[in-house]
């Protein structure tokens, strides 16, 4: 059974920086590719970040490039989300997940966490 646990959320300003963590157990993470998404209360769950298996590809939402960064350490069978300039409107629900990334940037989870909640005050 594999199992994702996210880590790191809470509250922080607006302007400061988090990072988020997901352990994976059950199989080994270099099998995956693997992404975040987050859910706003009474909106859609949406990709954030993604990162393919060889850690070569990498996809992320407009609204958060240039300002989170994903990354993984097979190793450690974790994943990692870092969120700089932070601003209110990122607030939501962050989950973690693990599947396939296409090549042109679909990410299907098979596998998913069961989030962490990030709150941006301003």
């Known amino acids: 059974q594999v199992q994702l646990v996210e880590s790191g959320g809470g509250l922080v300003q607006a302007g400061g920086s988090m990072r988020l963590s997901c352990v994976v157990s059950?199989?080994?993470?270099?099998?995956?590719?693997m992404a975040w998404f987050r859910q706003a209360p009474g909106k859609e769950r949406v990709l954030v970040a993604a990162?393919?298996?060889?850690?070569?590809?990498?996809e992320y939402a407009d609204s958060v490039k240039g300002r989170f960064s994903i990354s993984r350490d097979d190793a450690k069978n974790t994943v990692y989300l870092q969120m700089n300039s932070l601003k209110p409107e990122d607030t939501a629900g962050y989950y973690c997940?693990?599947?396939?990334?296409?090549?042109?940037?679909?990410?299907?989870?098979?596998?998913w966490g069961q989030g962490t909640q990030v709150t941006v005050s301003s």
């Open positions: 997940a693990a599947g396939i990334l296409s090549r042109n940037g679909v990410f299907l989870g098979d596998y």
């Open positions: 059950g199989r080994t993470l270099s099998t995956y590719s």
């Open positions: 990162i393919n298996w060889g850690g070569n590809q990498q």
